[in-house]
């Protein structure tokens, strides 16, 4: 499965990358630093 990880280089984020790899899914770590902002929006 791949999944994408908000925050992927932080802190605890690294930890779920190499934790979600370890079983074998295909992470896609998402940050500022790669160019990625997230955001929410309340309706």
Avoid: Q, W, Y
């Avoid at 899914?25 to 997230?38: F, Q, W």
Wanted: hydrophobic share 40%.
């Amino acid at each position: 499965m791949k999944i994408a990880v908000a925050g992927g280089d932080g802190r605890v984020g690294r930890h779920i990358v190499d934790v979600l790899k370890g079983n074998g899914h295909e992470v896609v770590p998402m940050s500022r630093s790669t160019g990625v902002d997230v955001f929410c929006t309340a309706s």
